[in-house]
């Protein structure tokens, strides 16, 4: 799997209220979760975002509830994946769980700033800054996680006949 986006960037304990505020999770419908990802962080993420975007944080990324709606927004307004410095443990397995790519690489992080293109191989654990020519190692992501992702999800797989 490999990813190439424009980095969008944020610092240390995003949590999931900001990602998506608790007024919108009456709904489950994608694409308006979407419509309000970030939007009590950054009222311009959702204008600027583009399919295949990559996010790009500082330490324990989506900390707060345990809430599934915060990787889903993530993931359907168009970030392809999310690399941080680390992760709330809940919202790691709820990623993986929705088909959102996520790696943990604080060297990344620390090194790739907001708009640098960025190119993340997990098959090979290779995340490459295009923009500064920088290339950081982190570790691929095991078979199973691969085939989730590829998937669309974890129930996705297990339909599919993969896991």
């Known amino acids: 799997m490999k990813y190439t986006g424009n980095a969008i960037k944020y610092g240390d304990n995003v949590d999931t209220d900001v990602i998506i505020p608790a007024r919108y999770l009456n709904t489950s419908d994608h694409r308006e ?8 962080i950054d009222k311009t993420f959702v204008s600027r975002v583009k399919q295949g ?11 707060g509830s345990s809430r599934e709606h915060a990787p889903i927004a993530i993931k359907a307004s168009g970030i392809s994946v999310v690399i941080a410095k680390s992760f709330a443990r809940i919202f790691y397995r709820n990623a993986i769980n929705i088909g959102l790519a ?7 992080a620390e090194g ?17 800054n295009i923009t500064t020519g920088r290339e950081y190692k982190t570790a691929p992501f ?18 599919n006949g993969m896991i």
């Not at 979760?33 to 009590?40: F, G, I, K, Q, R």
């Open 33 to 40: 979760l979407a419509s309000h990802c970030m939007e009590d």
């Open 53 to 63: 975007d990559i996010m790009v944080a500082g330490q324990n990324f989506g900390c």
């Open 102 to 108: 996520i790696v943990e690489c604080p060297e990344a």
């Open 112 to 128: 790739i700033s907001e708009g640098d293109n960025v190119e993340a191989d997990l098959d090979n654990g290779i995340i490459r």
């Open 142 to 159: 095991p078979e199973f996680v691969q085939k989730i992702i590829e998937n669309g999800g974890l129930m996705q797989a297990i339909a």
